[in-house]
């Protein structure tokens, strides 16, 4: 049997969720009978490969740079996945919604002239930080912050034998 | 006694008891979040909808509705799990709730909700709406940022403590509780600073002051004690 194309990707997030998933400690092993990396921040491939079964996103879409990537990547992969609370409901980085995004960039940044105010070096800030499902279809939610490598393994194992992964109850909570 | 059926089963109510009442008693378990025993019932919420098999499958909120006899109710169905879930979904859209940064992480009757219901996502667009928070008491804090408008901080204030303070202002999705006629809740004449408010929120929005990400933990029913020893309001 081949093994299963997996890929993880970083967005508007803590990396609190990918340090989750290095968390699973010896079940990697488990994974990486069954499974490869195909693309990943902990991982050396520089574009997201064509051929990918799984991807597991962490992070808000916040910038152009998110967007434009997660509108790829949607095509690329066959089965998406939100992971954790930011990218399921927008969760922290969400927090600065409520207020103008020039607003924000000037507090934060620079008076004149912030970076992601427009295009440029930085990627442009995008009004307000989005969950993943507001831009793409999204195949399965994993809330939590970050979730917990009990949950992920829970959501991750029945993927690699060909399972549909159902989390319910405790596992679905937020936070 | 009024006999009625829940789900099939064959239960016995007092008059003027509600469906919810009723349901409890046959060990039958009805969501709630707006309803608190020991407060009279608002059915502000909508979380409890049960179905009214013989009144045209009628939806009504089972906490506050009185059972009459022979009715058959629908208190668990795929419909009502996708009903309540729904409400749900609109109850966290219209405000902001970051699980992660709040002082009822892990205690929080919404987010419990939201386990119980299997809500992985919520459907709906975020307003993500821009709200205030009053720090001016001495121990307490409002959030309105985690406000579900449930109304028990405004009952348990009038109905137990008599103080008054809470009510609502505006209207629709803008409605906020407020202290007296909207001063900060520190300058409250009516306040005597009880603290059932914050107990009885089932949620974040009403805190005690130096209680940091998921320390708060409520007792909402001290509500039930407290009463149990006088008449109920
Ligand atoms: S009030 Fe409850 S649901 Fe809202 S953010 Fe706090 S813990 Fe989450
Ligand atoms: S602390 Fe007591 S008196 Fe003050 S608003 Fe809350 S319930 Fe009312
Ligand atoms: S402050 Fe708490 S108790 Fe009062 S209406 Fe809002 S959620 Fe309900
Ligand atoms: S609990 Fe019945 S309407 Fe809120």
Same mark, same amino acid.
Request: charged share 25%; glycine share 14%; with cysteine.
């Given at each position: 049997m081949p093994k299963l194309r997996v890929a993880t990707v970083w967005f508007s997030g803590c990396s609190g969720c990918h340090m989750s998933f290095l968390d699973l400690d010896e079940r990697l092993l488990e994974f990486a009978e069954r499974a490869?990396?195909?693309?990943?921040?902990?991982?050396?491939?520089k574009e997201f490969p064509e051929d990918v079964d799984v991807v597991l996103i962490e992070g808000a879409v916040g910038n152009t740079e998110h967007l434009r990537e997660l509108l790829e990547i949607r095509k690329k992969a066959k089965i998406l996945v939100a992971l954790g609370d930011c990218a399921v409901t927008g969760n922290v980085p969400s927090m600065?919604?409520?207020?103008?995004r020039e607003e924000v960039l000037r507090a934060v940044?620079?008076?004149?002239?912030?970076?992601?105010?427009?295009?440029?070096?930085v990627p442009k800030l995008l009004p307000q930080a989005l969950p993943l499902h507001a831009v793409v279809r999204v195949d399965f939610f994993l809330p939590g912050c970050p979730p917990p490598a009990d949950r992920i393994w829970k959501f991750l194992r029945p993927l690699l034998f060909g399972e549909q992964p159902q989390l319910s109850g405790p596992d679905l909570k937020f936070g | 006694m009024i006999s009625l059926t829940i789900d099939g089963i064959r239960v016995q109510a007092e008059e003027g008891e509600t469906i919810l009442e009723a349901a409890k008693k046959a060990g039958i378990r009805i969501p709630t979040l707006c309803y608190l025993e020991g407060l009279s019932p608002r059915?502000?919420?909508?979380?409890c909808l049960v179905e009214v098999?013989?009144?045209?499958?009628r939806l009504v909120p089972s906490c506050a509705t009185p059972v009459q006899e022979g009715m058959e109710v629908v208190a668990n169905s795929p419909r009502l799990r996708e009903l309540r879930r729904t409400i749900l979904e609109m109850i966290f859209v219209e405000r902001n709730h970051i699980c992660a940064f709040?002082?009822?992480?892990?205690?929080c009757e919404l987010q419990d909700l939201a386990m119980e219901l299997g809500m992985?996502?919520?459907?709906f667009p975020y307003r993500w709406p821009l709200l205030p928070l009053d720090l001016s008491h001495e121990k307490y804090g409002i959030d309105h940022?985690?406000?579900?408008?449930? $109304?028990r901080c405004v009952r348990a204030c009038a109905?137990?403590? /008599? &103080?008054?303070?809470w009510g609502f202002s505006g209207?629709?999705?803008?409605t906020l509780v407020e202290a007296d006629l909207g001063d900060p809740w520190g300058k409250?004449?009516?306040?005597? $600073?009880?603290g059932k408010c914050v107990q009885a929120c089932?949620? /974040? &929005?009403l805190f005690e002051k130096?209680?940091?990400?998921?320390?708060q933990v409520k007792k909402p029913e001290i509500i039930m004690e407290v009463t149990e020893r006088r008449p109920r309001a």
């Open positions: 490869e990396l195909a693309f990943s921040p902990i991982a050396d491939v600065r919604n409520p207020l103008p940044y620079a008076k004149d002239d912030p970076p992601g105010l427009e295009e440029g070096e | 059915g502000a919420c909508r979380i098999r013989n009144w045209g499958g709040c002082v009822s992480n892990g205690h992985d996502h919520v459907r940022n985690r406000c579900v408008l449930c $109304g109905e137990v403590e /008599g &103080a008054m303070t209207r629709g999705i803008f409250s004449k009516t306040c005597t $600073g009880c089932p949620t /974040g &929005a130096g209680k940091a990400t998921s320390e």
